[in-house]
Structures are given as C-alpha cells and as structure tokens.
C-alpha cells in the first residue's frame, strides 16, 4: 500500500523525446467566428507550444459528443489507423472528454498517450510557471483535473502489466478498491494542502494591493488574448524586461511595473496572463487571486492582436473570460497592437471603425506617445481637483502631489508650498487634515 502523500503529484513535462501527434477536432455549429480549421489551428499552435509535432488531423461533424468516445467508433478505428500510419504516440483532442470518455479512447488506442484541451493546457501552463504562486496555482489545476480519472489510471496500470505479461488477477484489476482509495485521499488531502497555500498567497497579494490602494496609485491592468503583444507592450512603456516569445501563454505570472507618464504622475500597470478560447474553467478557479489584479485595477488595457483574422473572435472570448472573473463593467481602453504588422488600407478601415481605440506597436514604439496620452485622460476621470497650501514642514505631501497627481499650479509662499492640483480620491484624502486645506470644486 502506498504511504507515500506526493504520489500523484502533477506529471512533469521532459520534452527530451518529441510526440507525434494527431489532432482531433468536432465540428458541433459554429459560434462566435471560430470554424472548425480556427480551432484546429490554435490547437496545433498550443501542440507546438507543449513541444509536439503535429502528424496529422482528424475532423468529425457531430449534433452532440458520443457518451462512450466522444467521437463515433468508426471514427476512433480511422484514429487509430492513423497514429499507425504517422507513427503517433500522442492523440489531442480539442475538447474536453469525461474521464470515461477518454479512458475508453485509451482502451481503443492501446499504449497511446490522449489528452483532451484541458490537459494539453495544464501541460503548457506546467511548463511556463516560474513563481511559487503559478506553480501552486497549476498544480492545484492538475490535480483536480486527475483525481476522477484515478480510476481510469490504475486500470491502464493493469492493463499494461498484462500486456508485459504480468498475471491478470488479484492485483491487476484494479488494483483493487483499497489502493484506488487510498490514492484518492492522498490527492484530496494535496488539493487542500495546495488550497491553504494558495489563500496565504492571496493574503499576502491583497495585503499588497490594499497597499497600492491606499497609496492613492492609479492602477492598469493589461488584458488579452494569449499572445497578443502584451508584454511586449509592457517592456515598451516601462523597460519591464518580461520574457516575450511568439508562444501561447509564454508568460503566466502577473508582473507590476511603475510608469511615469508625460505630465510626471507614476502609475502601476500590471501584465497578466494571456486568455484563450474555451480557457478551462478549472484553470479560471485557479488563477483567480492573480486574476484579481484585473478585477481590482482603474483602468483595463484590452491588448488585441491587430494583425490577427479572428481579432475580433478573441476580443469575445477575453470579455467571455472578464465576465467569468466579475471584471466587466470597468474603464477599458481597447489598445489593437502589432499595427506594423498591418497592411496600410486595412489599418485606416480598422481606424475608422473603432474611433475610441487606440493603435500601437510594442515592437516599434509606433503609437505609445498617444496610448500614455490616453491612460492620462483615464486616470483623470476620478479625479478630484484640489487647492491646498502645505507646510513646509509636510515636503512628503508636496512629493506626493507629484508622484501621484496632475500638478496644475504651485507657488511657494511665505506659510508654505501653494498647490492646485488633481488626484485620485485615495490621495486627496491625505491632505483633507491640513488646516489651511482650499478645496475646490471637482473637475
């Protein structure tokens, strides 16, 4: 009997051997722009991302999944004719299957590795987690994912040790209740040891952004699809140095960086990891205390590949993934990104059909002088003006006025330093105790 608690600890990708892998896409109706070759492409690029090498593709059109395999057994034998003719060792396939569906597909496919979106997903995300926080995040990811495909797991275990020519008995069919659960609380007692984890995590972030709160700093959030140039844009306006490769979900974890803008107030703007379509609900659950980051910023960055055919699909899908976060209904600027990538004709019809966005290129630098213009314009929004004359004694609450706010006027008096100025309502709040506080009206 295992006693071993880390047993079933996430599987640890080593791409030392790459797989060959046959994709498996349904076409079930269509919606939201995505046809059936879109969501193939993306799944070949999320195959390339994990480190396989795609073999070859199987399409199948359905009213609604096969209970047993998903896709009809005729279906499942021309798979496996074809992992034979390319010499396969991966099936990918670009839905979500119940644990009965794939441990049948396995069955059919003896000896063949089979994933479905969600773990294919996991897998990169394993990949590219480098905090402490990402890695919690996906692991907890994984194992939720495993613990009702346990069973399906010990029965290929027993079924791999007879096809080895190990007895089929007592011990290999199943291998019997008592190991199943035993390993099942082993993976429930990782879950909750995972999920204390990450609450302490999350304290320690909100503890952090209560901080940048009460700071009174104007906070921006990027937001996107998964590959659509935000960090790019990130390093561009901040020198952020944050990896930036032509990957799905390169980056995972949530990056802050200050930003001086043109009139000399310093924000935070925050990257965050990319959003995908059909994005796993479980990975949504997961990362939520680094999602919050967009949840709790003044101002949203909608980044979008502008050089993209399905742009206008996946600014869908991100406001899909916003709602599913509670993250709608704030101020967000749509920012079309790798304009440079865009033939002229295309960029102006672009242009004049969405008048309130604004269009850069990280890569260049093309447009980032009107996209500062822009977050400036945002974060004066909810700004209060006011007229205060500080002591000399208070230099920290002229600084502050300088970091934090919109200078308008100062004059330094004989009392002390005169300013009128504007700021959000965290910072204006600091200097409501001055006795020779002037406020005027809001503007």
Not at 214 to 240: E, M
Not at 295 to 312: G, K, P, T, W
């Amino acid at each position: 009997m295992s006693t071993n608690p880390r047993r079933f600890t996430p599987h640890e990708v080593i791409h030392e051997v790459i797989d060959r892998a046959v994709l498996v896409g349904v076409d079930r109706g269509r919606e939201g722009g995505w046809s059936l070759e879109d969501d193939l492409a993306e799944l070949e690029r999320l195959t390339d991302t994990a480190g396989a090498l795609v073999v070859g593709t199987v399409t199948q059109r359905l009213d609604r999944p096969h209970p047993k395999t998903f896709v009809g057994s005729g279906k499942v034998e021309e798979i496996a004719d074809l992992v034979r003719e390319t010499e396969a060792s991966l099936v990918v396939f670009d839905d979500d299957l119940t644990p009965s569906q794939q441990s049948n597909i396995e069955t059919a496919l003896p000896n063949i590795k089979v994933l479905d979106r969600t773990a294919l997903i996991l897998d990169i995300f394993a990949l590219h987690a480098k905090s402490r926080e990402g890695r919690l995040q996906v692991e907890l990811a994984q194992m939720e994912y495993l613990l009702p495909r346990l069973r399906g797991l010990w029965r290929h275990f027993g079924q791999a040790a007879a096809a080895s020519g190990g007895a089929v008995g007592i011990g290999t069919r199943g291998p019997g209740e008592t190991q199943l659960e035993t390993d099942r609380r082993l993976a429930r007692t990782r879950i909750q040891e995972l999920k204390r984890e990450l609450r302490q995590v999350a304290k320690n972030r909100e503890t952090q952004r209560h901080a940048r709160s009460r700071s009174g700093v104007f906070r921006v959030a990027l937001v996107g699809y998964t590959n659509a140039g935000k960090s790019t844009l990130l390093n561009a306006l901040t020198d952020a140095d944050v990896l930036v490769e032509d990957k799905l979900f390169a980056t995972l974890d949530a990056t802050t960086r200050k930003l001086e803008l043109p009139e000399g107030r310093e924000i935070t703007i925050t990257d965050t990891v990319g959003f995908i379509n059909k994005l796993p609900h479980g990975l949504v659950e997961a990362f939520k205390s680094t999602l919050d980051e967009v949840r709790e910023a003044e101002l949203q960055l909608h980044v979008v590949d502008a050089s993209h055919d399905l742009a206008r699909a996946q600014i869908a899908a991100v406001h899909e993934v916003l709602g599913e976060i509670e993250a709608t209904g704030h101020q967000q600027v749509l920012v079309y990104n790798k304009c440079d990538l865009v033939p002229p004709d295309e960029l102006l019809q672009l242009k004049a059909s969405e008048p309130n966005a604004v269009f850069v290129s990280g890569a260049t630098g093309q447009g980032l002088d009107l996209l500062l213009e822009r977050i400036g314009v945002e974060a004066s929004r909810a700004e209060t003006t006011v007229d205060v004359l500080v002591p000399y004694t208070r230099g920290d609450l002229v600084r502050l006025a300088h970091e934090r706010g919109h200078i308008i006027t100062e004059e330094h008096t004989g009392e002390g330093t005169h300013l009128v100025f504007k700021a959000s309502p965290g910072v204006t709040a600091q200097f409501i105790n001055l006795e020779s506080e002037r406020p005027a009206e809001e503007g």
